[in-house]
Nanobody, 119 residues
Framework: QVQLVESGGGLVQAGGSLRLSCAASGRTVSWYGMGWFRQAPGNEREFVAAITWSGDNTDYADSVKGRFAISRDNAKNTVYLQMNSLKPEDTAVYYC????????????WGQGTQVTVSS
């Protein structure tokens, strides 16, 4: 069983930056794709970004392409999301998950980390 702990969220003004981290424990996630998802109040959880196990390939939702960057450090069992040029519509709780493509797998979710972007 894998446990995921997200951190790094906070309150930031529009145009600012944040870096989220997701630390995995319980089993190695080195062989899994990892992804970030977000959920705003009243909305369904949506895909944000994903990275393959090797880190060679990344995928982004159109809404964040060019602004966000996903990366991973398999030695630390950690995946990151660098968020630049933040917009108020990026406000949400951000979650990480093991993924296959853009789909979460293994049913493991962390508690999430709140990102709030003020205008």
């Amino acid at each position: 069983q894998v446990q995921l702990v997200e951190s790094g969220g906070g309150l930031v003004q529009a145009g600012g930056s944040l870096r989220l981290s997701c630390a995995a424990s319980g089993r190695t996630v080195s062989w899994y794709g990892m992804g970030w998802f977000r959920q705003a109040p009243g909305n369904e959880r949506e895909f944000v970004a994903a990275i393959t196990w090797s880190g060679d390939n990344t995928d982004y939702a159109d809404s964040v392409k060019g602004r966000f960057a996903i990366s991973r450090d398999n030695a630390k069992n950690t995946v990151y999301l660098q968020m630049n040029s933040l917009k108020p519509e990026d406000t949400a709780v951000y979650y990480c998950a093991l993924v296959r493509g853009r789909m979460p797998t293994l049913g493991a979710w962390g508690q999430g980390t709140q990102v709030t972007v003020s205008s």
